[in-house]
């Protein structure tokens, strides 16, 4: 195998999708805790699906209201053009990879946060190990969101309980800014999203590379971030109600049954459901 490339360098990639102007607050909460890394080389790339130029500027308004300098480098702002209306969040994490240049990469949603070790974390665990990809636990924060800001109802640190390799085969329990993975280890033709997937795409990437690469979870034992779990149902598997909610429900069930593909195709699920290793 080739390796995508050989860098050396330690900065840290961190791709942010972002599609409405109208969640910016959600947004500056992401960004600032970037801004607030242990980590010295934390390089925000934000990834913007079709955006106006008068909405580009607000967003560029808004990454301004944080005194970004040196050592905590400005986002750098993609406007990604895409030739067809729809979801193209894939699409916006390959144009992350493609564009990014620091030998680490991490991905954050725009409504979720960081701690302020999580890349400090995860690098290291990435250096002991010699793995292509290291998780960090997760934690959620159950919320009610209003005009400016989120309510916080309840938090839950025990709502991903898996614990390896093994326990991911059966079912994600690594949400999408859990790990950090280095582009050294990995070829070309792997660092890649389905871009034909709109729903747990974040899973198959991690299914096709867990299979292939080395991978650490001993930095479970430590939170590296939250993820909000929205009362209105806007980041769960179907809204609570509403038009659209049968034909989320129907996107959905397609997805599981592509994974459920792929685990077979790769040879990590048995007939018995029982999960192999397949190192």
Not at 63 to 89: F, K, S, T, Y
């Amino acid at each position: 195998m080739t390796p995508i490339m050989s860098l050396d360098n330690r900065t840290i990639d961190v791709i942010i999708r972002f599609h409405d102007v109208s969640q910016s607050d959600s947004l500056l909460r992401a960004l600032f805790s970037l801004y607030g890394q242990r980590y010295e080389s934390v390089q925000p790339r934000l990834m913007l699906q079709d955006f106006s130029t008068e909405n580009i500027e607000a967003v560029e308004r808004l990454i301004g209201r944080i005194a970004w300098n040196e050592r905590r480098r400005r986002p750098l702002v993609h406007n990604c053009i895409v030739a067809v209306a729809g979801d193209h969040r894939a699409h916006l994490i390959n144009e992350g990879f493609r564009t990014g240049q620091g030998r680490y990469i991490a991905i954050l949603d725009y409504d979720d946060v960081v701690y302020g070790h999580a890349y400090e974390h995860l690098i290291f665990r990435l250096e002991t190990s010699n793995a292509a990809v290291a998780f960090g636990r997760i934690a959620v924060k159950h919320v009610y969101p209003l005009k400016h800001y989120e309510f916080v109802q309840s938090t839950n640190r025990d709502a991903f309980k898996g614990q390896g390799l093994s326990d991911l085969f059966r079912d994600n329990f690594c949400p999408i800014h859990s790990f950090v993975i280095d582009r050294t280890k990995f070829a070309a033709e792997d660092l890649r999203f389905d871009e034909t997937m709109t729903r747990l795409e974040d899973y198959d990437f991690l299914l096709r590379t867990c299979a292939k690469y080395p991978s650490d979870f001993d930095g479970l034992d430590r939170y590296v971030g939250t993820y909000y779990w929205r009362a209105d149902g806007s980041n769960t598997i179907q809204p609570y109600q509403g038009p659209e909610a049968q034909e989320n429900q129907r996107h959905w069930d397609l997805a599981r049954e592509r994974i459920e593909v792929l685990k077979k195709n790769l040879g990590i699920w048995s007939r018995q459901g029982d999960c192999q290793n397949v190192a």
